[in-house]
């Protein structure tokens, strides 16, 4: 247990110094802040803009659309955090021969390489909301009675993050060099079905029970009941109970880590088999 | 043993040497990467989905809107412009494809080739840089033509969306037009970036949703126009980025220009054009100047082959 936490200290702070030590503190922060806040005004303008073409406002739907996008921060940073860190160690500074063969869990070293994105993702999900909550009208509701289970989702909800991102990268040992198209996709994917930016109501059938079999969906329900009740918005998920989703990202959070183990090993398996582990494929 | 090699420099040697060396530095792009079967799924199939979920939200606030609404006419505006904002989506986020090849395959290149220790070998090769340049550009607009058309036509057909397409022949032009002024902003980047070193991974990331936002990627850029002074200061600036003027000319020739009540576009398509030939030619011509600068600073700086900097 030991050498797993130093382990894991360790390549929290190497993360973070590969993160942020490339520049100025300031400039950090403002390069932490930008993006996300970018990424947030695509959404605003495409909200002004349906409403300036006739689509009149309609602050339930922004406001669900908006905190939705906000803790997708998360999900982007965190589950790229982890993925990546195969794909750079092999084939941008090609030191992954070495990090493999010190004796180390690898499985450790990458969740510690990705502690520090969900560090800096946490100050940009606070400072998206605050932005939001000031100077866009988002209708913010949290009470203090409602803290303790909003922590609770959030931890269960990062942690099956973790542990998807650890699935992709077990998949990553053995493919090209895809960083890209998977830090674009795959969060695409629950962009798309876990009514992060609108109800699920609007999917067809087969894309609600896709949906429904993804953890994220209930973690971002959950999360949206507490901080913003949108009562007029057709979720789908109207009719589970707080306690009961909660239950669910736990199981899910359990099953995912235990998946995360027989494909990361398996991958890890497959590319030593192939002689894969090192390989570049840059084009 | 052989005769000495004549050192050569008439003009159709140096033609025929860099334009081997433009074939020769596409050739990975265009055979290479695509000899990896799974890029079909990674790079044309889950794009798609970050597309849909924008289409989803403008699919999502049409539904909302046409609740209550009992007048037909009234019905097919809001119908008639949601498909719009689909449209515009879809063609904004093939676009992305292309920006994102800009960033990552263009101006990260050189970097990229530094720390992996080719930069130094193409340095001692007797070509032009452009060529080098030139080569990395074409191949990086044909593979991802490859991926992005993939990804239009699925996006078309899944999200069942109607063109209007009035003047093909413009649109490929505008569409071409924006590609050599994409790529040659691409090139000037890549020449800077080898100066910037290890910030430019980082700026390449500070340029995706700064620049999906002010470019108009999801949403017509000119609604920037309509939100007050600092929607105008952030859609001018975002001009200087070719994809805006040649999305917004696009958007212009397939969705006709009354799209939206006519109110979203920002030039005419022939300004919008213009514009754009100009960039291409400017950003070009600012590659070939910052290509040779930057190579005798890193060279007089002795960053030329240093690594991890």
Redesign the interface.
Known sequence: MNTFWRTFKTAAWLGWEMDSN??EPWLFAL?SI???V??A???V??????A?????P?QE?FDY?YIGNAFFIFVASTLFGTFQVIQSDRE???TIRYVYISPISYYVYILGRSASKIAVSTFAVVITIAFGAMFLGVHLEMTLERIPLFVAGLILGLSVLLAIGICLGGISFL??K?T???A??????F??FCG????LS??PDWGQAIGKGIPLTYWFDLTRRLLTPTPTIQTTLNAFSDGFILLLLFLSTLGFFGLSIVIFKSGEYLARKAGKIDM???? | MSAPTVHRTDFAYRLRLNAKAVLGRAYPRVIGANREPSWVFFEAILPLLGIASYVFIYQAFGARALEGVSDPAAQAAIRANTNSLVASVVLGGTMVAFWLNVLWSMASQLYWEKEIGNLQLYMMAPMNRMALLGGMAVGGMFMTSVRAITTLVSGTIVFGIVYAVVNPVTLLAVFFVTLVALYGLGMMFASLYLLWGREAWHLSALMEEPIFFSSGFYFPVGGLYQVGGWGRAIAIAGTFIPASLGLDAMRQLTLGNTAFGGNLWIFSVEIELAILVVMAVVFLVLARYALAYLELLAKREGKLTSRHQ
């Open positions: 490339w520049t390069y930008v993006k996300p970018a990424g005004f695509i959404l303008l495409m909200y002004v803009v349906f300036i073409i006739g689509g009149g309609d739907a659309m941008w500074y090609q493919t090209a895809h890209h198209g998977l674009e996709g795959i969060p695409g994917l962009y798309v992060v930016l609108f109800p609007i999917l570049t494929t840059s084009y």
